[in-house]
């Protein structure tokens, strides 16, 4: 199988040229037919997140094609080479195999087990198949890396657990409120961390979100945003009433919500509450946590469990990677049973071919033969065939590598003369069609 | 065939907790299955016992196999419908623990009560059950909303965290399983005082509707239970009492169902020992 893995991630090149040789911004299908056509590869497919750039592309001529393809990136980007050729990793048949189920896995991800790798990877796939760039070997490659991305997510807990505050925070809501449709949020304080968690449960389908901030120019910015409102920030405790999940992160240097305000608001209400305190110092006092509909979360609270996940995570590599071993191992294998394909077909065509001639050589002998015997004349050659053809067949797909099955395929072709029986095949599909033999 | 059965609810009761603990899909789908094939086996018993005594088996035992196999369907109902299998292993456990409780307690004979004779009995029976099982799922569901209740509040983040359900989901399961069990228990209680009523002036000399009044601990027991789940019913809707106090209740309240179920009939002897 001649695969070759060209591209930049995280762990070969700084993010400066990463960004560089990014082609997930602009038009990823484009970008392979453009590579399918300067290069001359017949397949190839460009998968590019913000951790990596990387080439995928299957040619008889891989030390060309390698060439070819460092130009394309360079001149695709206009990025002179010397720039990014240190940074580039090249990896070819069985390693570039593993390295996409690797990276399919989520265990190339800077954040070993993320989830969204493996929509990657098939978005990848997709638009190269879109624009006709793929071809059997990279089907079934990539096919076949689906599969284990699946996999490796089923069986073991590589993705389980968030890794990040902001994540948690968001997991934690989903045990608490279950579906967060409809779940109005308050922020307190518009900082970078605020952002990032009003917009994680933004993306989880929260109904409104008001912001109120000291400074109200602050507020109606991340109200934009996240398509939120700006409360003035006097309006900030008679909103912790209205709300099912409140966010902190002020700069406050003492409390703004104390437990007399929140008792205050909780009073007439039955559902919970769930603050989540990201400042520090605390903007919300402890004793808030104590009310028996609040569940009250602080930055170290979040940050723990974070660094739990992440262990547990990191225990599940091993057992991750010892999936990709195998399936690796079972691609390969099914790889070089599919390239004795056609050494199979042509030693099956030539038996036969032989077998058609020399009944049509007998046909005026034959002429006398009943119709049942001429049917277990047709059964028994047949049967001879199948049986003779059988071991050869399971032996060539048993081959251990490539080498090995070309020497084996040379032989076959000089012991039986196959290429010449080949190109007169036409000849030997007529008799057999006379026959009525079988292939 | 009891033997089987037993057997069958063991068999799932170990599968739902191998479930529970490793989270496996395939484990699930076995649990399930075992469950629905000892529902099945069960309903074959009960119709045989039936047919043999020419009347719904109306011993204690008896009736304690009937509420096992009412609150095993009840939770396959559930179960899939909402897909959530994470009450199992706890229904199971009390579906086995009272399965084998009538393999192990000594039965009496079934009496051929003419009072019993009765399309009311049916319909006072039935509908207790089903509001029992009600009430156990209820129970159940205010159990584990407590565990997870509990980590949540506490920070700790654990075992129980990671396989229960949302508190929201709990309790508004929680909150349907009450008010159906409650409409249950209603009729049940209504259908048996009219029946018995009516019963009274048939047969006159019959010592045990002479004696069902209050003061009969079954009957005692039965109109605290509808007090606490009126109460139960009352207090989420005008006074917020959901969540954690909603879960207590229902947990409490099943407490009280068992004892009325089980001690009471076992241990005393009551207007209702027919």
């Not at chain 1, 009943?370 to 067949?393: A, G, I, Q, V």
């Amino acid at each position: 199988m001649n695969l070759l893995l060209i591209g930049v991630s995280h762990r070969t090149a700084p993010v400066e040229l990463r960004e560089k040789l990014d082609f997930s911004s602009g038009d990823v299908g484009a970008a392979v037919q453009e590579l399918a056509a300067r290069a001359s590869v017949p397949e190839c497919v460009v998968l590019s997140t913000c951790n990596r750039s990387e080439l995928y592309v299957a040619n008889d001529d891989l030390d060309r094609t390698r060439r070819e393809v460092i130009d394309f990136l360079g001149q695709f980007h206009g990025v002179p080479q010397q720039l990014f050729a240190p940074h580039l990793f090249a990896l070819e048949g069985r390693d570039a195999v593993a390295h996409l189920f690797r990276v399919a896995a989520g265990l190339e991800s800077a954040i070993v087990g993320e989830p969204q790798i493996l929509g990657q990877v098939k978005d990848a796939f997709h638009s190269a198949a879109e624009r006709h760039c793929t071809g059997p070997i990279l089907r079934s490659l990539f096919d076949r890396s689906f599969f284990v991305g699946k996999r490796v997510r089923s069986e073991t807990a590589l993705g389980e657990g968030a890794v990040s505050v902001s994540f948690e925070a968001v997991a934690i809501a989903r045990k608490i409120f279950d579906r967060l449709d409809g779940r109005r949020v308050l922020v307190v304080g518009a900082g970078d961390i605020s952002t990032l968690t009003a917009q994680h449960l933004r993306a989880g389908g929260v109904g409104e979100i008001l912001i109120a901030s000291r400074t109200a120019a602050h507020a109606q910015a991340l109200a934009e945003q996240v398509n939120g409102f700006a409360v003035p920030w006097t309006e900030m405790i008679p909103a912790l009433g209205t709300a099912d999940i409140v966010i902190t992160a002020t700069g406050a240097s003492r409390p703004i919500i104390t437990r007399a305000h929140v008792e205050a608001v909780t009073r007439r209400r039955s559902g919970p509450l769930y603050i989540i305190d990201l400042a520090v110092p605390r903007d919300v006092e402890p004793s808030v946590g104590d009310i028996e509909q609040v569940f009250l979360y602080n930055i170290d609270d979040l940050q723990k469990f974070v660094q739990k996940n992440l262990s547990s995570r990191s225990a599940e590599i091993e057992l991750a990677e010892a999936i990709v071993d195998e399936e690796v191992v079972r691609f390969l294998a099914r790889q070089r049973s599919l390239s004795a394909v056609p050494a199979i077909k042509a030693l099956r065509k030539h038996f036969y071919a032989v077998r058609d001639s020399e009944l049509l050589r007998l046909e005026g002998k034959l002429a006398a033969l009943s119709p049942e015997h001429r049917e277990l004349l047709e059964r028994f050659t047949h049967l001879m065939l199948e049986k003779l053809l059988h071991e050869p067949t399971v032996q060539l797909k048993a081959l251990p590598d490539q080498e090995t099955q070309a020497t084996y395929t040379e032989a076959l072709n000089r012991l039986f003369r196959l290429s010449e029986i080949e190109s007169d095949s036409s000849d030997a599909s007529g008799a057999r069609a006379k026959t009525g033999g079988r292939n | 065939m009891n033997f089987l059965l037993l057997a069958l609810y063991a068999g799932a009761a170990i599968t739902y907790g191998l479930h529970f603990a490793r989270r496996e899909p395939s484990a699930g789908r076995t649990a399930t299955t075992l469950l629905m094939v000892a529902v099945l086996v069960h309903t074959f018993v009960i119709a045989t016992q039936t047919m043999e005594a020419g009347q719904f088996p109306s011993t204690n035992t008896a009736a304690v196999s009937a509420f096992v196999w009412v609150l095993a369907l009840s939770y396959l109902y559930v179960e899939v419908t909402t897909n959530e299998r994470a009450m199992g292993v706890f229904i199971l456990a009390i579906v086995f623990g009272l399965q084998l409780m009538t393999a192990l307690l000594p039965d009496m004979e079934t009496s051929h009560n003419q009072v019993l004779h009765s399309a009311w009995f049916g319909v006072h029976v039935a509908s207790l059950l089903f509001a029992y099982a009600s009430f156990g799922l209820a129970g159940v569901l205010g159990l584990i909303y407590v565990l997870q209740f509990k980590e949540i509040k506490k920070k700790q983040l654990g075992y129980f965290y990671t396989r229960l359900p949302s508190l929201q989901t709990l309790d508004a399961m929680n909150s349907r399983a009450v008010a159906i069990g409650w409409t249950l228990l209603t009729i049940g209680v209504v259908v048996g005082v009219v029946w018995a009523g009516q019963a009274r002036e048939e047969f006159v000399d019959n010592k045990n509707l002479a004696a069902m009044s209050l003061g009969d601990p079954k009957v005692f027991i039965s109109v605290v239970t509808w007090a606490v789940y009126s109460f139960a019913l009352l207090s989420r809707r005008m006074m917020g009492w959901t969540g954690r106090r909603a879960a207590l209740l229902s947990a409490s309240g099943f407490g009280i169902v068992l004892l009325n179920f089980l001690a009471v009939s076992y241990l005393l002897k009551t207007s209702h020992s027919f």
